[in-house]
């Protein structure tokens, strides 16, 4: 589009064949587009684009959850292993142009602070009774992010079937929010 939003062309796909789980500009590079794709064939992948979505390159696909992150219980009530399957959704920071997180299924909190070239769980997540979570038999996503443009430390997410949760101080620790939610 033209830079007031008005007149928009359109091109592609740039995609064919892969389906779009996400896709997110940077609030703070208007040029920088991150989109997560998914495939049944190919799996998951991560792209980003640096020119206001005229061209695509693929970014860094590999998230591995932080430490043995042991089993949560299935909607069946049998443990399963954190499997890593893809990301359901994108929130560029506010304020770092290279910072990006990622919230996936299974259920947990990834962040990248170049530009989506690596990825490091944010673990406190899970730590929060992530064992007991159940999800429903679509699978458990974490699939909202929620960033405080008045505190940089401050961040809220969803997870289907858990709930949601709060952080004060960038990821390191969380509480569930889950009753008596007020507006921040």
């Not at 043995?68 to 954190?82: K, L, R």
């Not at 290279?98 to 070239?117: K, M, P, Y």
């Not at 769980?121 to 405080?148: F, S, Y």
């Amino acid at each position: 589009s033209d830079e007031k939003r008005q007149n928009w062309d359109v091109s592609g796909p740039h995609f064919a064949g892969w389906e779009i789980y996400h896709m997110k500009g940077s609030p703070v590079n208007p040029n920088r587009i991150y989109a997560s794709q998914s495939n049944g064939w190919f799996g998951q992948l991560m792209q980003r684009s640096d020119d206001g979505g005229q061209t695509w390159e693929a970014v860094n696909n590999e998230f591995a959850y932080d430490g043995d992150p042991g089993t949560h219980q299935f909607f069946d009530g049998t443990q399963q292993p954190w499997e890593f399957k893809r990301v359901w959704h994108l929130e560029p920071s506010l304020t770092e142009p290279d910072t990006v997180f990622a919230g996936v299924e299974d259920a947990a909190l990834f962040r990248s602070d170049d530009g989506g070239q690596s990825w490091q769980e944010l673990p406190g997540l899970r730590e929060v009774k992530g064992h007991l979570w159940q999800p429903g038999a679509g699978g458990m996503c974490l699939h909202t992010i929620i960033l405080d443009p008045n505190n940089a430390n401050r961040m809220f997410v969803a997870i289907s079937a858990a709930g949601a949760f709060r952080t004060d101080d960038g990821g390191e620790t969380w509480r569930p929010i889950n009753q008596g939610l007020v507006s921040p």
